[in-house]
């Protein structure tokens, strides 16, 4: 189906409007505290004053200028932000009025538009069972809407989804130490070796996306069900107990064997869906992390 430009735009000015708000009014400072830079970098020497830490001494410049300089170091602060987004056949679906994709466009908007603000560069993925596109990491606003309107205009992707390669791709173009979100509904399996991998390269917050009649099924008689990534075609009785009861059995196991596995990973996760706003789960996720770094 061919994408409408206008409707496109539309979208992504909408999102822009919105999340720009929320930067601004629940997530202001916050991003910063959380998210660190990637280490310590020389800043300049000046003369040593009452209370400097006397390790601190340049003791060549000392020698040099006759009197005491000491060397002023600051956080590396500027960080790349990556976005590994899933755009298959299944991230189309919503029971309501956003899909998944919109979902995931939104969650990447507001992070990035936070990411930015502070100078940080950001970047993009965008998967289904291969590798889509790749936008390198970049700062400024253009870049966050371009970010947008890619994961966007690729909302109508009719593929599988191969977390595995993708997480396989980022790997090998990213060298140095990133910030990943990655944003999927992880309806695959296979990804858990290299998802490992990438936790312990980089900083990897995983964004599951999830929709409620995936979980919970309504009782509107037999229907025909049609996969979006695979095209199958198949008859579902939503009038049998049984069945939604199934349903429902298996999201559950679903989110609880993806909680498990980020824990054994020792990852980050904010849980999303499509009935409800993300940014109080931001906000806590943000939390958790500024503790932590208290503790440490």
Known sequence: ????????????????????????????????????????????????????????????????????????????RELTVIFVVDISGSQCFGSGSRSKAEVAAE???????????NQDKVGLVLFSERIEKSIPPRKGRTAVMRLVREVLAAEETRRGTDIRAALRFLNNVQKRKAVVFLISDFMTSGYQRELRVTARKHDVICCPVSDPLEENLVDVG??????????????LDTSSQSVREHFRRQAAIHRSELSEMFKRCKMDAIFLSTERPFVDEVRRLFRQRQVRAGRG
């Not at 400072?29 to 020497?45: A, L």
């Not at 037999?222 to 198949?234: A, M, W």
């Open 1 to 76: 189906m061919p994408i409408d430009t206008a409707e496109l735009m539309r979208q992504v000015g909408k999102i822009r409007v919105f999340t720009s708000r929320l930067v601004d009014e629940r997530l202001s400072g916050e991003y910063h505290s959380v998210f660190k830079g990637q280490g310590i970098e020389f800043d300049e020497v000046r003369e040593y004053a009452a209370g400097d830490d006397v390790r601190s001494i340049d003791w060549n410049v000392t020698a040099r200028m006759g009197h005491p300089f000491v060397k002023r170091f600051a956080e590396e």
């Open 107 to 117: 969650i990447t908007c507001l992070l990035a538009l936070s990411a930015i603000r």
């Open 222 to 235: 037999l229907i025909e069900i049609q996969d979006p990534e695979s095209g199958e075609l198949f008859l």
